[in-house]
């Protein structure tokens, strides 16, 4: 199973029975439906509908021209990973046609020659690939680097991984995934297997260009050690996936050499991310910095790179490379104890990974999404980011680093919301000529007694007696907090209501208590 399928699989929370009460069939309707009322309560977000509209507007937007850079930290680095986590979780195949539709686009825009007027000949090696000039230090030289790399591919191996784990994917996906890892091998491993080093040494005239912010491109190599954290492990997570595949009975390799390669790097990458991790016993939560060995040995990781952190550390834990499940509950606790500020209410977020405030914190602090892969250690990771995103950022506006959140946060919800909506409140029923009309208050809490953290709408029940059978009036969920059952009047119903989440198949909280017009009230 690729890293993607830890997120269902690792740090669940304790099993949840998931409630639903009534007995009797759920088969009757209602012809009509009141107005659309807002809700008079706390009303919490369908995640997954907020990315799905955000993607039918924005999500191809990333993919014209050659720019690696910008294939790396788009579709690649966020779009397509949420298309995989996506299809883990939901099963719908929608997101893994979108992903072949995307990776056939990149793979497209591989060049030998370089699609710039200004590059160093040696670009022109017989692999093609992307590069950018984006940065400035480089302008207007043409470069290829090793994080954009690992950006680019680690998705489309994850896809390899999913597609050959499943058989029943084979027929539809298993020609496109074969190819894919072809490619890969082809024009992106061999590349940086013939130039690789993991630390080549210093002279004084390496040591002020690399330390510059250089090095970290083919042809000027500082050593993936030299690297930030964050470079390196985007190609940290290609090769761990790639080690798993090399294990499997579909690979063809294209080098044999290529396969200890991948058990001997991948394993060193993953140790030496372990050991800059430094220990907090006081929260048990870890913080590190964001390149030991980079030009800025001194700066803390912050939330937005961690993405890629913490999906390197999911990939050890599959593996059982250097990392476990005690070193995820930490990283869950980095963001619980040191990133967050404790508060559902007004919740802040720290934009580095040790919590120390910093000018960043008010435009970046939010830019965590990757903590939510630890939702299943520490639930307020989701509630936490849920309640801010809920109360400050219109996803719409936003660019793929940002709206993947939505897409994260719909995820979690669920894999992780287990305890469904409390029982509505205060449920009244009034007559009103030939029709009941009846309204309740929404739950405060969920089933739990926890706040609540996910309310998609009501579900009225109707019976002849207050002991039932309660048939089901409404099939959609209402996202109201009223309900006007026609020509009812001249029955002697009884009424009851639930709430439901977003799960899907939803959660079913507790019914409400029952209500008629002949009790004026609670029965």
Not at 155 to 165: G, H, R, T, Y
Not at 312 to 332: H, I, N, P, W
Request: aromatic share 16%; proline share 7%.
């Amino acid at each position: 199973m690729g890293m993607v399928g830890l997120l269902l699989l690792i740090g669940q929370p304790e099993a949840r029975e998931r409630v639903n009460p009534l007995s009797g069939p759920e088969s009757a309707m209602s012809a009509q439906h009141p107005p659309a009322i807002p809700f008079e309560g706390p009303k919490s977000t369908d995640w997954y509908a907020v990315f799905v509209t955000w993607d039918q507007a924005y999500g191809d937007n990333y993919l014209d021209g050659r720019d690696g850079g910008t294939f790396a930290w788009g579709p690649s680095g966020y779009v397509q990973r949420m298309y995989l986590n996506l299809y883990r979780t939901f099963k719908e195949t929608v997101w893994l046609d979108k992903l072949v539709k995307q990776i056939d686009r990149i793979l497209k825009a591989r060049s030998d020659v370089p699609p710039y007027e200004v590059y160093d000949p040696r670009y022109v090696d017989g692999y093609r690939g992307w590069g950018q000039d984006r940065y400035s230090q480089y302008k207007p030289e043409y470069t290829e680097w090793f994080c954009d790399d690992g950006l680019i591919i680690s998705p489309m191996l994850a896809f390899v991984e999913l597609v050959w784990d499943d058989p029943s994917l084979h027929a539809a996906y298993r020609a496109k995934a074969d190819d894919c890892l072809r490619i890969v091998e082809e024009d992106v491993i061999a590349k940086w297997y013939a130039n690789w080093a993991p630390d080549p040494g210093w002279t004084e005239e390496d040591n002020s260009r690399y330390r510059e912010d250089r090095g970290y491109h083919v042809y000027e190599w500082s050593g993936w050690k030299n690297q930030p954290l964050n470079m390196y492990l985007s190609f940290t997570d290609a090769l761990v996936t790639l080690r798993r595949l090399s294990r499997s009975p579909y690979y063809r390799p294209y080098q044999e050499a290529f396969v200890p390669f991948y058990a001997a790097q991948s394993e060193q990458m993953m140790r030496f991310f372990h050991d800059q991790m430094q220990y907090d016993a006081e929260v048990d939560a870890y913080t590190w910095k964001y390149g030991p060995n980079s030009c800025w040995p001194d700066l803390v990781e912050d939330v937005g790179h961690g993405f890629i952190d913490i999906q390197a550390a999911l990939q050890g834990v599959q593996s059982g490379l250097s990392f476990t499940e005690k070193d995820l509950e930490r990283m869950a606790s980095t963001f619980v104890h040191k990133v967050w500020n404790g508060s559902l209410k007004q919740p802040v977020f720290s934009y580095y990974v040790d919590g120390i405030p910093s000018e960043f914190d008010a435009d970046r602090g939010s830019w965590g999404w990757g903590f939510l892969y630890l939702a299943g250690y520490d639930y307020r990771i989701w509630e936490a980011m849920a309640a801010y995103f809920e109360k400050e950022v219109s996803i719409q506006d936003q660019s793929a680093y940002i709206a993947v959140t939505a897409a994260m946060l719909g995820i979690a919800t669920q894999a992780h919301d287990r305890w469904a909506p409390g029982a509505p409140m205060h449920p009244e029923v009034v007559c009103s000529g030939q029709d009941l009309r009846i309204s309740w208050r929404p739950p405060e809490t969920d089933a739990d007694g926890t706040a609540l953290t996910g309310l998609k709408g009501y579900i009225v029940y109707r019976a002849p007696g207050p002991e039932g059978p309660f048939d089901r009036l409404n099939e959609a969920p209402l996202d109201t907090t009223r309900y006007v059952d026609r020509g009812a009047a001249s029955e002697s119903y009884f009424y009851r209501i639930t709430a439901v989440d977003y799960r899907r198949p939803p959660n079913e909280g507790a019914p409400s208590t029952t209500v008629s017009v002949r009790s004026g009230g609670t029965d």
